[in-house]
């Protein structure tokens, strides 16, 4: 906690509740324990970190209450805070162990009532007591109630669509048990649906199979048909899953089967719904794992918009999001590849990501920046069909191809790792624009899937080549003043007029991701992501720690805003399977909330201060 001098403290507003509770004696005894602290801009008054000995109740000026690097509440004049701290429960309620802090947004005084006085009025006026404890229990209980509402409006709007369905297995109703159980075995299925001569269809499960053969000693050669359990449970494909649990639950059933325009396409197992109602994660995994063509990876890999919606719905952190769609993305490429490619090309090459998904940093679906690295001596007859197809799929699955062609369609970026080692070397030494944008892409690189060590062979290769060359380095970090930081956009909305829309990616977020790439490649670090980066930066000593803290929190906050732009729009296109959200960075800031417009002024205030910090060290302004 930063500390501010107590100073005599100026009349207290006993008119506020709970205050009001207290007699005209007891209120006396309340001005003569209480202080008043002065804090400047961004003093943190409170940190979950640390213990306080008194309750906060501001007296002018505003208090941001952050966790991690969002802003969760905003406390003004009148309001008061701390009792989480003051009685150890730092974090209960309110997102569990998330870093929890209590800023001064700006020059602000609060009134501190130390624990003894505040213990001491609650024992002798029990409706006192009574009526600060059970608020700050009350603010608990509707923070929780929030979250819960949230993310059980966003569960409940689910659709059967979002979920893993099992693929059909038919037999006919002449099939014996045994047929029955082979046609299991083979598919790794736990039922099959009987095709009944008069075209009804019933179900036998492995259940059944255990009970009639094992238990009921029937022989195996018996036909299925008169066995098996007609009048079956259907919804459609695009019905909720709610119901699909309402229907499981009141027939007492484990699985139902799901229909489109008509046809059976598959069934709905209680493991695989209750996966999607616990974390739509889960059954994009399984969608991934489980897939045998592309087509099925299309459908996991657009079923990451919806998880995107519901996660931003839900108010998950930014951080949380790309961290979990860097994943599943990346489970997608892998399994593309080894869907496309024969098992000698995956023994013996590396397929890389670049750019924002190399970082993982990437939400929306934008260009695809990847490559492939061969091992020396290999060759694939068929590479070129297979890097085509590779390229193609992810169009399809909604990632536009990359407009600089850094694809493994291109022939430049699916290479022998020699290839690679002799492209570092010109991109070193003879560093030109394109150079400069090559070099910057491939340090961002993570491996996808194949043998690793081709990527860890051709990294070291370029942090080897590497020299304490400043030239080098100033012409690298240049592309980080490219684009102009506005600050006077804002005045607009204070002069009724329009302001511009705001390109966030180039005015806020690239400028902190290449400065810091530009800072970390110079420390010759291996990391790839932006928030890594500038923690090992801070440890280093290569950025000074709070602007290391400011710029974490500013990144999250840009990502986050970006993110808000596309998701709360509504929707122009298609609904359902295959809708996606558009690629724009504008952000308009007069049709932002108070709290995001000023977070956005700020931020981009903190990108030009980098900007300049960019600038001093490595002289690009000299």
Not at 303 to 324: C, M, N, P, Q, Y
């Amino acid at each position: 906690m930063q500390h501010a001098m107590p100073t005599a403290s100026p009349d207290f507003d006993f008119g506020q509740p709970p205050f009001d509770l207290l007699t005209g004696d007891q209120r006396t005894a309340l001005a003569g324990a209480l202080d008043i602290a002065l804090y400047p801009r961004d003093a943190v008054l409170l940190s979950r970190e640390e213990p306080t000995d008194a309750m906060f109740v501001v007296l002018r000026g505003t208090v941001q209450e952050r966790r991690g690097g969002e802003v969760a509440a905003v406390h003004g004049p009148g309001d008061r805070f701390g009792l989480q701290a003051l009685y150890g429960a730092a974090g209960a309620g309110a997102g569990g162990s998330s870093a929890r802090r209590f800023v001064a947004a700006e020059e602000c005084a609060c009134h501190l009532i130390p624990r003894p006085a505040l213990e001491a009025l609650s024992a002798e006026n029990p409706e006192f007591g009574a009526a600060i404890i059970g608020d700050f229990a009350q603010r608990m209980r509707d923070l929780a109630a929030l979250r819960s509402n949230r993310e059980m409006a966003a569960l409940t709007m689910a659709r059967i669509r979002q979920a893993y369905l099992h693929p059909p297995l038919f037999v006919d109703a002449a099939a014996s048990l045994r047929d029955a159980a082979e046609a299991m075995k083979q598919n790794c299925a736990s039922s099959v649906l009987v095709r009944g001569a008069d075209g009804t269809v019933g179900i036998l499960t492995g259940t059944d199979l255990r009970d009639l053969v094992v238990l009921a000693g029937r022989p195996v050669s018996e036909p299925v048909g008169p066995l098996a359990r007609y009048g079956l449970l259907t919804l459609d494909r695009d019905d909720l899953l709610f119901n699909a649990l309402v229907l499981m639950t009141k027939h007492a059933v484990r699985r139902v089967v799901v229909t489109e325009n008509g046809a059976i396409v598959g069934l709905l197992g209680q493991s695989d719904l209750l996966a999607v109602l616990s974390n739509h994660s889960q059954v994009i995994g399984l969608q991934v794992e489980h897939a045998t063509d592309p087509a099925d990876l299309r459908r996991a890999s657009r079923a990451i918009v919806e998880l995107i919606r519901t996660l931003h719905a839900t108010g998950v952190k930014v951080s949380f999001i790309a961290d979990l769609v860097t994943e599943l993305n990346r489970r997608i490429f892998r399994k593309l590849f080894e869907l496309l490619a024969p098992p000698d090309l995956l023994a013996n090459s590396c397929l890389i990501v670049m750019g924002s998904e190399g970082r993982g940093e990437q939400l929306l679906k934008t260009d695809q920046d990847n490559g492939l690295i061969l091992r020396d001596g290999f060759d694939c007859p068929d590479l070129a069909d297979i890097a085509a197809d590779f390229t193609r799929h992810l169009v399809e699955f909604g990632y536009p191809p990359c407009p600089g062609n850094i694809m493994v369609s291109n022939p430049e970026w699916t290479r022998p790792l020699a290839g690679y080692k002799d492209a570092l070397f010109n991109w070193v030494h003879r560093p030109d624009e394109a150079a400069q944008m090559n070099l910057a892409i491939f340090y961002d690189a993570a491996p996808v899937a194949g043998d690793a060590t081709l990527l860890a062979e051709a990294k070291d290769y370029l942090l080897s080549r590497l020299q304490d060359n400043q030239m080098f380095f100033t012409q690298f970090a240049r592309p980080a003043l490219s684009f102009d930081t506005p600050s006077g956009l804002f005045a607009a909305l204070f002069e009724r007029r329009r302001a511009e829309a705001v390109d966030i990616k180039k005015a806020g977020i690239f400028p902190i991701v290449h400065g810091v790439r530009a800072l970390a490649l110079e420390k010759h670090r291996v990391e790839t992501n932006t928030v890594e980066r500038i923690q090992v930066l801070a440890e280093l000593g290569a950025l000074d720690r709070k602007m290391a803290a400011d710029l974490v929190e500013a990144f999250t906050i840009l990502s986050t805003i970006r993110l808000k732009a596309r998701v709360d729009l509504p929707d122009d296109g298609p609904e359902g399977e295959g809708a996606e959200l558009a690629i724009d960075n504008l952000v308009h800031p007069d049709r932002l909330g108070k709290l995001d417009r000023d977070q956005f002024k700020d931020c981009l205030a903190l990108v030009k201060s980098f900007k300049e910090l960019i600038a001093h060290h490595f002289r690009l302004n000299h």
